[in-house]
T-cell receptor, first 113, second 117 residues
Framework: GESVGLHLPTLSVQEGDNSIINCAYS??????FIWYKQESGKGPQFIIDIRSNMDKRQGQRVTVLLNKTVKHLSLQIAATQPGDSAVYFC????????????FGSGTRLQVQP | DTGVSQDPRHKITKRGQNVTFRCDPI?????LYWYRQTLGQGPEFLTYFQNEAQLEKSRLLSDRFSAERPKGSFSTLEIQRTEQGDSAMYLCASSSPPRRRNTGELFFGEGSRLTVL
């Protein structure tokens, strides 16, 4: 079946560096994408989203890039902080039908002080 | 705090016992979702309610699982005759009705962790 996946299970960066977390999706019908952050023992927390009619969206210290040609999504975190250490999930949604997100398996971001 | 709340946060049970989890969504949200998450994996969709109607169930939701949302507000997820493979975090999420600027974002609770011995 079609799924959302991530390239790297663990990413380790130095505090202050920029982080890039990648995600590949296979369902060309997906038209909405979200990045979630999940800290240990907590539920996923919304970071940023993007619709398929956009290729870039910026938030506070975060940027999401969408390349529909190669079905690739990335999350860029500027000036990574220790508080950014968590597991990051991308999720996809198809506007038609149910609005239940399909999640990938996640990337763990470790920020070294 | 008016976020999604789940109860209990942790449940340890013996194989074969029944367990029930409760979810209270954000009050104005009419959509409610249950997900299951195992260690190192992303959340997996189980079922979805719009108001009191259960609109979709994943194939992961075996006949030992039942979810209800009788009044369109809180929801319960019951697992009968628990098995060790049911050990996971059960996450509840809610979302608001589609609006022009609706993003489709799901708001998650902190989850109910189930350990089946």
């Amino acid at each position: 079946g079609e799924s959302v996946g991530l390239h790297l299970p663990t990413l380790s960066v130095q505090e202050g560096d920029n982080s890039i977390i990648n995600c590949a999706y296979s369902n060309s019908a997906s038209d909405y994408f979200i990045w979630y952050k999940q800290e240990s023992g907590k539920g996923p927390q919304f970071i940023i989203d993007i619709r398929s009619n956009m290729d870039k969206r910026q938030g506070q210290r975060v940027t999401v890039l969408l390349n529909k040609t190669v079905k690739h999504l990335s999350l860029q975190i500027a000036a990574t902080q220790p508080g950014d250490s968590a597991v990051y999930f991308c999720a996809e949604n198809i506007s038609t039908g149910r609005r239940a997100l399909t999640f990938g398996s996640g990337t763990r971001l470790q920020v070294q002080p | 705090d008016t976020g999604v709340s789940q109860d209990p946060r942790h449940k340890i049970t013996k194989r074969g016992q029944n367990v029930t989890f409760r979810c209270d969504p954000i009050s104005e949200h009419n959509r409610l979702y249950w997900y299951r998450q195992t260690l190192g994996q992303g959340p997996e969709f189980l079922t979805y309610f719009q108001n009191e109607a259960q609109l979709e169930k994943s194939r992961l939701l075996s006949d030992r699982f039942s979810a209800e949302r009788p009044k369109g507000s809180f929801s319960t997820l019951e697992i009968q005759r628990t098995e060790q493979g049911d050990s996971a975090m059960y996450l509840c999420a809610s979302s608001s009705p589609p609006r022009r600027r609706n993003t489709g974002e799901l708001f998650f609770g902190e989850g109910s962790r189930l350990t089946v011995l």
